[in-house]
């Protein structure tokens, strides 16, 4: 059992893959902590899982990220709650709204390749770690959507915290809830609760200033949005669920593009002629062309789902009963948990040929079903901030390749694959894969650095 635990810590996919070639589809799971699940691969399964009835379906609880998220997140929330959480921040990140956060983008990528970021400039002859970038640029971005924190002390006070309080999750606090105990102030525990109180207080204290100024102080941000929204019955959110939700989205919404990102970046420099195409049809839509229609662009779009197809940042989506259901014909009952193990829908062969090759083109020949792609999950409870996050993946990497040519060092350029481990909520590379600057255009855009 616990060689299992730990083959699946190591290499999670490999993992899964053998023991599908051993036990066929559905294979049972079982996490050491949380119990066992039945996991499927297949489409068949997956469009099984996705279309059940939602009256039988939970999160799993205990969920290893309930630390992080709180316990009236919307990840956690069931049945009414859920309903009553999606419907409250659906709106906040639906399609009519992304083009409000298009310059938030394109700004927070500029500035950190002028060096206003977490980073130095991206100068000729410098060498850039990606995920440090990246992690920079997303978490600011979804800062500025949340609470429009524009680019003085406040945003530096919420980086500083939002930081800590992710590294002070680590791993084995995730897996091991037996850790999660102080010991005079000196456990991880411990450093992970001062860590969530400092946000926390950031997080009450823009509510109580917004409450007070009145909700439509600020137009634009996610915060504003929900301040102003009512439930069905007339009532508005309070402050301790708002918080939890604020957390949420914070969390779920930054790690997972900034992995996307990187990965997106390090296949690109590793097929230099899929670079080659894109890099054309980004010249030919040329410099100054609107986010929007940017986004909109069919190779970088096929671009962006090959990366999420080979490296799906959430492995894998999970669901728990609350009465009997089959799953491809094995019977379960309450309390019995069944998931997706993305990894292996996204390379069955019967729906992707030639599955572990690097071929963005696959997605021009033709469309795939909610069952077939998933690396936004799907269901009642696909992400709420998947609209959000394809626009901001597809803007920040045009933007980095229009001012930038890069080519991995060394380590990376050739030989294995980084292999992908679990960080927080999502997984990505083990270390931050790094690239050399070969050129970089200046820019004299409008950030909001320079704004200042
Ligand atoms: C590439 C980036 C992202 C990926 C791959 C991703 C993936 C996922 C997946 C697989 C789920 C679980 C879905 C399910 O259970 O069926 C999920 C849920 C969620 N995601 Fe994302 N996500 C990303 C970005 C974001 C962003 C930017 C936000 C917010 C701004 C966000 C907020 C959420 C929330 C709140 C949920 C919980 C939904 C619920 O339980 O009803 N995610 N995400």
Do not use: K
Not at 23 to 45: H, K, L, N, Q, Y
Request: hydrophobic letters at 40%; one cysteine or more.
């Amino acid at each position: 059992m616990m060689l299992h635990a730990l083959a699946a810590g190591v290499d999670f996919e490999r993992y899964f893959r053998w023991r599908r070639e051993r036990d066929g589809d559905p294979f049972v799971v079982r996490f050491p902590g949380f119990g066992g699940a039945v996991f499927t691969g297949t489409s068949a399964g997956a469009g099984e899982i996705f279309r059940a009835p939602v009256e039988l379906l939970t999160p799993p609880l205990p969920n290893p990220i309930e630390p992080l998220v709180g316990a009236a997140s919307l990840i956690l929330a069931r049945d009414e709650r859920h309903r009553r959480g999606r419907a409250l921040l659906t709106p906040a990140f639906h399609r009519s709204r992304i083009a409000h956060y298009a310059n938030v983008v394109r700004d927070s990528t500029h500035d950190e390749l002028n060096g206003f970021g977490a980073g130095p400039a991206w100068l000729s002859g410098t060498r850039v770690d990606a995920r440090i970038a990246a992690r920079a640029i997303t978490l600011r971005v979804i800062l500025e959507v949340l609470f429009g924190t524009g680019s003085g002390s406040r945003r530096v006070e919420y980086t500083a915290a939002v930081v800590r309080f992710l590294n002070a999750f680590s791993g084995p606090l995730m897996l091991l809830p037996a850790l999660r105990h102080s010991a005079f102030g000196y456990a991880p525990w411990d450093r992970f609760l001062v860590a969530r109180d400092r946000l926390d207080e950031l997080i009450d204290a823009e509510i109580a200033a917004r409450r007070t100024a009145g909700a439509d102080a600020r137009d634009n941000d996610v915060l504003s949005m929900l301040l102003a929204t009512r439930y069905a019955d007339g009532s508005a959110i309070d402050d301790a669920d708002l918080r939890d939700q604020l957390r949420t989205l914070l969390v779920a919404g930054h790690e997972t593009t900034a992995t996307s990102l990187v990965w997106a970046l390090y296949r690109l420099h590793r097929h230099p002629e899929t670079l080659a195409r894109l890099r054309t049809e980004l010249a030919d839509a040329g410099p100054d062309t609107d986010p929007l229609e940017l986004s909109r662009l069919p190779y970088l779009d096929a671009v962006c789902q090959e990366t999420l197809r080979l490296h799906p940042p959430v492995p894998i989506v999970l669901r728990r009963l609350t009465g009997p259901f089959a799953l491809r014909g094995v019977a379960m009952d309450a309390g019995d948990t069944m998931g997706v193990a993305v990894p292996l829908l996204h390379s069955d062969p019967r729906v992707w040929p030639d599955a572990a090759r690097f071929r963005p083109e696959r997605f021009l020949d033709r469309r795939y079903g909610p069952a077939e792609f998933a690396p936004y999950g799907g269901g009642h409870r696909r992400c709420v901030g998947s609209t959000l996050a394809d626009f901001e993946l597809r803007i920040v990497l045009a933007t980095l390749l229009m001012r930038t040519e890069l080519a991995l060092t060394r380590h990376y350029s050739r030989g294995r694959i980084p292999l992908s481990v679990p960080h927080n909520i999502a997984t990505g590379p083990r270390a931050g894969i790094t690239f050399n600057v070969v050129s970089h255009q200046g820019h004299s855009g409008d950030s909001y650095h320079n704004a200042m």
